[in-house]
C-alpha cells in the first residue's frame, strides 16, 4: 500500500512538473523575448504617421535610388529623418571635386546649403523621390546642412562620391 501511494505521488509531481514546463516554456515571459516582441512591433511616434510607409523602408527606397545613380567612389554617405535633417563636415581633399547625391522620400522638401557657400549652390530639395545631384569643390572644410521644411516627413538620403 505505502508503495502504490508513493507512486501515485510520483506521478503526480511528473503531471505537474509537465504542466509547469509546457506553461512556461509557451508563456514567453523571459526578458529576451519581451526585447524581441516589442522591437517587432514599434509604437508609432508623432513624427511617423502609421499610415504612410515605415522609416525602414523609406530609407531602403532612398538608399536604392542612390545607388542607382552612383559612380566614383564613394566618400561619405547616410540617411536621416527629414525632421533630423543632415549635419555633416565631410573630410574632402582640398581642390578636388565631388558629386553630392541627395533624395528625398517622403512629404514636403528640405533646403540644402553649404558653408562656406562657394562650395556649392542652395537648393531645394523636393521629397517626391527624385535624386538632387551638386557638384563641388572643397577649397577647405566645408559643412552640408539639409534641413526640411516644416512639415516634413521622411527620409533624406545622401552620397558623396568623387568625380
Not at 563636415?89 to 562656406?116: H, R
Request: proline letters at 4%; aromatic letters at 4%.
Amino acid at each position: 500500500m505505502i508503495h502504490s501511494s508513493r507512486r501515485a505521488w510520483l506521478s503526480g509531481c511528473a503531471v505537474a512538473a509537465s504542466a509547469f514546463l509546457l506553461a512556461s516554456c509557451t508563456s514567453g515571459s523571459s526578458e529576451e523575448d519581451r526585447a524581441a516582441n516589442s522591437s517587432s512591433s514599434p509604437t508609432p511616434s508623432a513624427s511617423q504617421p502609421t499610415t504612410g510607409p515605415s522609416e525602414k523602408k523609406l530609407t531602403e527606397q532612398a538608399q536604392a535610388a542612390l545607388a542607382a545613380v552612383h559612380n566614383g567612389t564613394m566618400v561619405e554617405a547616410g540617411a536621416e529623418r527629414v525632421a533630423d535633417g543632415i549635419h555633416t563636415e565631410p573630410n574632402l581633399s582640398e581642390g578636388k571635386a565631388y558629386k553630392l547625391n541627395l533624395v528625398c522620400f517622403g512629404s514636403g522638401s528640405a533646403q540644402l546649403t553649404f558653408t562656406p557657400g562657394s562650395a556649392g549652390t542652395k537648393t531645394t530639395v523636393p521629397c517626391d523621390q527624385s535624386v538632387v545631384q551638386q557638384r563641388i569643390t572643397a577649397r577647405k572644410l566645408i559643412r552640408i546642412d539639409v534641413d526640411g521644411a516644416k512639415g516634413s516627413t521622411g527620409v533624406i538620403a545622401w552620397q558623396i562620391d568623387t568625380i
